[in-house]
């Protein structure tokens, strides 16, 4: 929100990817972070963005033909994307650490002399891309090289981002397809940001965040349905090539690499047991109740409704009880529970 000046994307970006579901507390407070993080970042930044886009024209209806194509190569580029950052990611598991960093920074020097666009997020080489006033071959060298950097610098675990990167590169792919293609110049900013959201979307899997993205950006609805057709079929195309959302894979490398030591004594589980007529916990306040050692009841459904309990809230015959159990010896927990809620004990 702050980086794009683009809220409701960051709102959406929450819900979509980050949570896969839509849930008023986390819409409200996605909403509240991403509004006041826009704020402050006017307040004490400008409203200048990060990303200045050129005038981007609107497409004319026979210019729409191209969308399709466009969907398809963007589809491509961010499963290439995935694929290149994963790859490169397992190769450098297999070497040290200190050698995974001279690996990235001997790439970065070159890359620094004597093509300085291709370094950082981005920004400098988006302007470059919508502009293409250099030759095609320069461009295709630069998508290659963006690639490859992002892919070997943030492999090397050194501290860096994926977003603007992925943003970026593209970016320069629609720009190449734009000038293979035969379209107006006038058109290639407008493609160089449709293959944006199209990247992103193959490459995160969130293609509503796509869509508001570029709309926000841009600061025109005009471009809706252009965009809404390469995202779709860039997320088509990247389920067929069967990519994974990079969050998510990079996620699960992680929980996989990470081996945490559990001890049982703090092993937790959830037990849900039905409270019978005449037995021992009915018509009781909960604080009255002798629970097991290392319990808690967490809720309590009643009437097809489920709330959080008090000390004092009566326990009544057909009442659900959900008990936290937080200890190594769960059976011998389980069966006291029964003692108390079962009328046969």
Not at 135 to 140: A, D, K, N, R, T
Not at 186 to 198: E, K
Not at 213 to 241: F, N, W, Y
Not at 299 to 314: D, L, Y
Request: glycine share 8%; proline share 6%; with cysteine.
């Amino acid at each position: 929100s702050a980086a794009f000046s683009a809220p409701l994307s960051g709102m959406m970006f929450a819900l979509e990817e980050v949570y896969r579901s839509f849930n008023p507390t986390v819409l409200l407070t996605a909403t509240t972070a991403a509004l006041t993080a826009d704020l402050m970042s006017k307040i004490f930044l400008g409203f200048n963005p990060v990303l200045h886009f050129v005038a981007v024209e609107q497409l004319h209806l026979n210019s729409y033909v191209w969308l399709i194509p466009l969907g398809l190569v963007s589809g491509i580029t961010g499963a290439a994307m995935n694929a290149l950052l994963l790859g490169l990611q397992t190769a450098y598991s297999h070497i040290a650490l200190h050698w995974r960093l001279f690996i990235a920074i001997a790439l970065a020097l070159p890359v620094g002399i004597f093509l300085p666009l291709a370094l950082g997020g981005g920004v400098l080489l988006i302007d470059f891309a919508e502009h293409a006033a250099s030759p095609l071959g320069m461009l295709v060298v630069l998508l290659l090289i963006k690639m490859l950097f992002t892919a070997t610098s943030f492999g090397s675990g050194a501290p860096g981002g994926i977003f603007l990167p992925i943003l970026t590169v593209g970016a320069v792919a629609g720009s190449i397809f734009a000038r293979i293609a035969p379209i107006s110049p006038q058109l290639i900013a407008t493609f160089a940001v449709l293959a944006m959201a199209g990247t992103l979307t193959a490459s995160v899997k969130a293609p509503i965040t796509s869509m508001m993205l570029v709309i926000e950006m841009t600061g025109s609805l005009v471009h809706m349905l252009p965009v809404a057709t390469v995202t779709l079929i860039s997320l088509a195309v990247s389920d067929a090539l069967r990519t994974q959302p990079i969050y998510h894979a990079l996620l699960n490398r992680f929980m996989k690499s990470s081996k945490p030591t559990v001890d049982k004594a703090s092993q937790s589980a959830l037990i849900s047991l039905p409270v019978e007529l005449d037995s021992a916990a009915m018509g009781k306040a909960i604080g009255k109740i002798n629970w097991p050692e290392h319990t808690a009841v967490i809720s309590v459904r009643r009437g097809g409704k489920e709330f959080v309990p008090r000390a004092t809230t009566v326990i009544q015959p057909g009442d659900g009880i959900v008990v936290m159990y937080t200890g190594e010896h769960q059976r011998q927990a389980r069966e006291e529970l029964n003692l108390l809620c079962s009328s046969a004990y």
